[in-house]
C-alpha cells in the first residue's frame, strides 16, 4: 500500500517546469508543491490596489508591444524621433489598460517616459553600429530534458539574433536583478537557462546559435531611469551548469520521491512566501533569515 501511495504521489508530480520556477524549487520546494502540485494560489483581496507588481507588468507589456513593432520598420530601425513616439504610444496604450488611479498614473507615466529615453538611445545605438538582424519580444521556448521525462519552458523577454550570427539575450527587471555571485553559484540560474535553450534552438523561430551576450536591464524610470548590467561568464558554460542543476532538481522532485520540504538552504531565499503560513515556516525558523 505504501509503494502505490508513493507511486500515485510520482505521479501527480508535474513533468513541466518553467525556467523562472527553479530557482522557487531550489530554494522552497514546499512552495513550489503548493502551486504546482496542490495548485493552491492566494487570492487578491477585494479592495486590493494596483502595485508594484503591476506596474511591473506594465512596464514589459510596453517593451513588448515597442520590441515587435520596431521589428516591423524597414531595416528595424525607424529613426529616433519614429521610435520615441511609438514608444510613447505604446506606454499610453499599456496605462490605458491598466485602468489604475489617476494617482497612479501621474506617478507612472513620467517614469516610462525617462524608460522610454533610456531604451530609446540603446537601440540608437545598436543601430547605429548594424548589430542587429532581428529582434524578439516575449518570444516562447522548450527543452525536453531527462530523455524527454521533462520539459523546461521558457518565455524571454528578449531575444536578438545579431549580426555576427549569434544571439543576445536580455530580460528586463524593474527590481533588483541577481548579482553575479548568484548567477554563477547557480542559484538565479534563469539566464543561464535561456542561454541554453537557445542554443539548443529551443526557442520558437530562432535557429539555434551560439549566446554570445546576456544582461539585465534595471528600468526604474527613477533619477537613474535604466541601467544595462551584463552578464560575465561564458554562456555556454553558464547554461551547461545550470541545465545539470535543473535535470538533478527534476529527477529528485518531479520523476523521484523526494520531499517538498520548506525552506531547505537556509542561504537561498525564495522570491515569495505565499504558502509560508501553510508550512508553518514562523513556528520553526525566522521568517526573514537571508
Do not use: C
Not at 530557482?23 to 492566494?42: Q, S, W
Not at 486590493?48 to 517593451?63: F, M, N, S, T
Not at 530580460?171 to 542554443?199: C, F, H
Amino acid at each position: 500500500l505504501a509503494a502505490a501511495e508513493a507511486l500515485a504521489a510520482t505521479r501527480d508530480r508535474p513533468r513541466e517546469i518553467s525556467v523562472t520556477e527553479v530557482a522557487d524549487l531550489m530554494a522552497d520546494p514546499y512552495g513550489f508543491y503548493a502551486r504546482r502540485v496542490l495548485r493552491l494560489t492566494p487570492l487578491d483581496p477585494l479592495d486590493a490596489e494596483v502595485g508594484a507588481a503591476d506596474y511591473g507588468q506594465i512596464v514589459h507589456a510596453v517593451l513588448a508591444s515597442w520590441t515587435r513593432r520596431l521589428g516591423e520598420a524597414p531595416g528595424g530601425w525607424p529613426g529616433l524621433e519614429t521610435a520615441a513616439r511609438w514608444f510613447d504610444e505604446a506606454s499610453e496604450e499599456a496605462l490605458a489598460e491598466a485602468a489604475a488611479r489617476p494617482g497612479l498614473l501621474a506617478f507612472w507615466r513620467p517614469r516610462l517616459s525617462r524608460i522610454g529615453g533610456f531604451v530609446v538611445a540603446q537601440e540608437a545605438a545598436q543601430a547605429e553600429g548594424r548589430k542587429i538582424r532581428h529582434r524578439h519580444a516575449e518570444v516562447p521556448g522548450h527543452l525536453d530534458i531527462l530523455q524527454g521525462a521533462v520539459r523546461l519552458k521558457v518565455r524571454a523577454d528578449r531575444l536578438d539574433e545579431l549580426a555576427d550570427r549569434t544571439l543576445a539575450l536580455i530580460d528586463y527587471k524593474t527590481g533588483t536583478p541577481p548579482s553575479a555571485k548568484e548567477i554563477t553559484d547557480g542559484r538565479a540560474p534563469q539566464m543561464p537557462l535561456e542561454a541554453a535553450i537557445a542554443e539548443a534552438g529551443g526557442f520558437s523561430k530562432v535557429e539555434p546559435a551560439p549566446v554570445s551576450a546576456m544582461a539585465h536591464w534595471r528600468l526604474t524610470g527613477g533619477g537613474t531611469p535604466g541601467e544595462v548590467k551584463p552578464i560575465k561568464g561564458e554562456a555556454s558554460a553558464l547554461g551547461a551548469d545550470a541545465l545539470d542543476q535543473t535535470a538533478a532538481l527534476a529527477r529528485a522532485f518531479l520523476l523521484g520521491d523526494r520531499r517538498f520540504v520548506a525552506r531547505p538552504h537556509p542561504g537561498r531565499k525564495p522570491r515569495r512566501g505565499d504558502h509560508d503560513h501553510l508550512a508553518r515556516v514562523a513556528e520553526w525558523g525566522a521568517v526573514d533569515e537571508s
